[in-house]
């Protein structure tokens, strides 16, 4: 997962990660460039995954 693809279409991995786990929050979701280990460790810590499994389901998106 490299900026350029969570950029380029991160409103619709929001979206769809939203969907399937709905307790994340806009601001769990919440994408600032340069930011990417941030968004990652606040995935890890709600959904109880590792950052390799989410990088995975993300890209997987």
Do not use: C, H, P
């Not at 490299?2 to 991160?10: A, E, M, S, V």
Request: aromatic share 4%; glycine share 10%; proline share 0%.
């Amino acid at each position: 997962m490299n900026d350029l693809t969570i950029k380029g279409t991160w409103n619709e991995v929001k979206g769809k990660l939203k969907q399937k786990y709905s307790e994340l929050t806009d601001d769990d979701l919440a994408f600032t460039e340069g930011k990417e280990d941030e968004l990652l460790g606040r995935l890890q810590g709600k959904l109880g995954k590792t950052k390799d499994e989410i990088k995975k389901e993300i890209a997987e998106l």
